[in-house]
């Protein structure tokens, strides 16, 4: 016999949980599939950090990172753990007119710098000649922000879901430990979920991909700000942890099964080693650590956060989601709540 579920979540990375923390502050009763456990590495939502940013030239991103700003700081409030760590962002821009339209018609603060100035005050080498300096960004803090999210939620862990059947105003989940019939289900499974709603006649259109990450000690503990270089392949940098830098590539990985091992790419750590060492004082050029993490990608960066009557898909992704996960979680929820 099938279990009976208000609203059943598949997966239990940052944008499920998201989603079923604001489902129950909304008074329903969301039950959180997750295939492996929480806060496990083979998908998009772990290790230390991400970054938190305002500065992106289209209005809309800025709009919903300012939404998610104060969701975070409640959530701070809420677990009583810091999950945001604001030590500013440096955009490297050949031409940084258009990020400052977006920021100025958003009434979000900023500052332009020179090469020179860069240096001076946060210790950074850099050949671009412009440089846009936000404060109001840094990381947020991703393990701590999983677990803060995951409080007091049903969790359960090792257990995946096999196929969605959609009836009528329910929906049907076969997992590989028995049967769920819910009212709603919320897919949030990242690079496993366009399958799974293939399923149920659900087409998602992004394409998982594998992105490599190399960690770097850096020469003290002293703060750094975010970076994102889109002068050199858009690279970005962020802190992850005292003294530690994490370097990565934006959207260079191959196209990837998510079921398959993978490995990290040689040539990307090679060229994260070389602009690592001559943009920040490291400790040493070679990596102390990299790994892997998925991407689901829109073919153009976009999210998708749909209903198709009891399925909602949440697919908000394409390598810079996490910043606005509890603003996602909400939208989620105000899908499932939405009268019919």
Not at 53 to 66: H, I, K, N, S, T
Not at 90 to 106: E, F, H, R, S, Y
Not at 246 to 256: D, E, I, L
Not at 326 to 339: I, N, Q, S
Request: charge should be negative.
């Amino acid at each position: 016999m099938a279990e009976r579920a208000d609203v059943v979540v598949v997966g239990g990375g940052v944008m499920g949980l998201a989603a079923a923390r604001a489902l129950a502050r909304a008074g329903r009763e969301p039950v959180v599939l997750e295939q492996f456990r929480v806060g496990h590495t083979r998908g998009s939502s772990h290790g230390a950090t991400r970054i938190f940013r305002l500065a992106y030239d289209e209005p809309g991103w800025v709009r919903l990172a300012q939404e998610a700003l104060p969701l975070w700081r409640e959530l701070e409030a809420e677990s009583g753990e810091k999950l945001l760590d604001v030590t500013g962002l440096i955009d490297l821009v050949a031409d940084p007119a258009p990020l400052v339209q977006t920021l100025d018609a958003t009434g979000t603060a900023y500052e332009l710098l020179t090469a020179e100035e860069a240096q001076h005050r946060f210790g950074l080498a850099t050949q671009c000649c412009k440089v846009v300096w936000q404060p109001d960004a840094g990381v947020v803090l991703a393990d701590r922000a999983v677990q803060a999210f995951r409080s007091g939620l049903d969790v359960r862990e090792d257990t995946r879901a096999l196929t969605l059947a959609p009836r009528g105003r329910s929906v049907g989940l076969e997992t590989d430990r028995g049967l769920i019939d819910a009212s709603v289900a919320v897919v949030a499974a990242g690079a496993w979920a366009r399958p799974l709603l293939a399923e149920a006649g659900v087409e998602l259109p992004v394409l998982p991909t594998r992105e490599t990450v190399s960690y770097f000690r850096l020469a003290d503990e002293r703060p750094i700000p975010s970076v994102i270089d889109y002068e050199h392949r858009e690279t970005y940098a962020l802190a992850a942890g005292p003294g530690v830098l994490k370097v990565g590539v934006h959207r260079t990985g191959p196209p990837t099964d998510p079921d398959e091992p993978g490995a990290p790419d040689d040539a990307i750590v090679e060229f994260a080693s070389e602009w690592a060492a001559r943009t920040f004082q490291l400790a040493e050029s070679t990596p102390v650590a990299v790994e892997t993490c998925l991407y689901t990608n829109t073919a153009d960066a976009s999210f998708v956060v749909e209903r198709h009557g009891p399925i909602v898909v949440c697919s908000a992704c394409t390598g810079h989601g996490f910043k606005f996960a509890p603003a996602v979680g909400k939208r989620v929820a105000e899908l499932v709540t939405a009268p019919a």
